[in-house]
Each structure stands twice: as structure tokens, then as C-alpha cells.
């Protein structure tokens, strides 16, 4: 069974930086996709980044291009997200996730963490 542990959130000013990190098991991840997703108050659940298990390509949304880096370790079934320059609006739960198929869709996560919450106060 397919087990994603989310840790590395907390509380953090304007401009700060955090990096998640999702330590996946339960099976072998090499086709997987590993994605983040993030909930802010009152919204949906929304796609952050995700990156091929297989060849590293990497997919992330508009607002945090540029801010977030998703990357991968092999050796270590986790996966991570480097959050720089972080805004009051980066505020959410953010969920680890994997699904077996395209880096480059934003649909089809089947296994999901816990969460960790982010907090960015301004």
C-alpha cells in the first residue's frame, strides 16, 4: 500500500523560504509521478508541481514558477519542494501525491498525504 508522509511546514514571514519533503513507501516508485498540491482557506485544492520519478521532467504552475522547485531523491523515496520568496498567498495545506502516467497533466493523483500546513505571515 502506497504510504506519502508530508513534513517540513510551518510558520514563516514574507520572503522566507521552506522546503517540504514527502517520504514515499509501499512500493516501487520508478514509473510514478510525484506531484504537490496546496489548499488555501476556503479554496480548492490546487495543483503546485510535479515531477517524472522516471526522467525528472518537472511541470508547476504559473504563480510559483520561478519560486518552487520540485526535485527528487532516488536513493531515499522522497520527493521535495523548495518554496523561496514565499507570499502571503502561499498559504495553505500542501498535499504530497503520485499517480502512475504523464508528468505533464495535473489530473489523475490517486495517492494522496496527510498535509502539512504552510503559513506565510506578511
Known amino acids: 500500500q502506497v504510504q506519502l508522509a508530508e513534513s517540513g511546514g510551518g510558520l514563516v514571514q514574507t520572503g522566507d523560504s521552506l522546503r517540504l519533503s514527502c517520504a514515499a513507501s509501499g512500493r516501487t516508485f520508478s514509473n510514478y509521478v510525484m506531484g504537490w498540491f496546496r489548499r488555501a482557506p476556503g479554496e480548492e485544492r490546487d495543483f503546485v508541481a510535479g515531477?517524472?520519478?522516471?526522467?525528472?521532467?518537472?511541470m508547476y504552475t504559473d504563480s510559483v514558477k520561478g519560486r518552487f522547485t520540485i526535485s527528487k531523491d532516488n536513493a531515499k523515496n522522497t520527493v521535495y519542494l523548495q518554496m523561496n520568496s514565499l507570499k502571503p498567498e502561499d498559504t495553505a495545506i500542501y498535499y504530497c501525491?503520485?499517480?502512475?502516467?504523464?508528468?505533464?497533466?495535473?489530473?489523475?493523483?490517486?495517492?494522496w498525504g496527510q498535509g502539512a500546513q504552510v503559513t506565510v505571515s506578511s
Open positions: 501525491a503520485a499517480k502512475f502516467g504523464s508528468v505533464f497533466s495535473r489530473l489523475g493523483y490517486t495517492y
Open positions: 515531477v517524472s520519478w522516471r526522467d525528472g521532467s518537472t
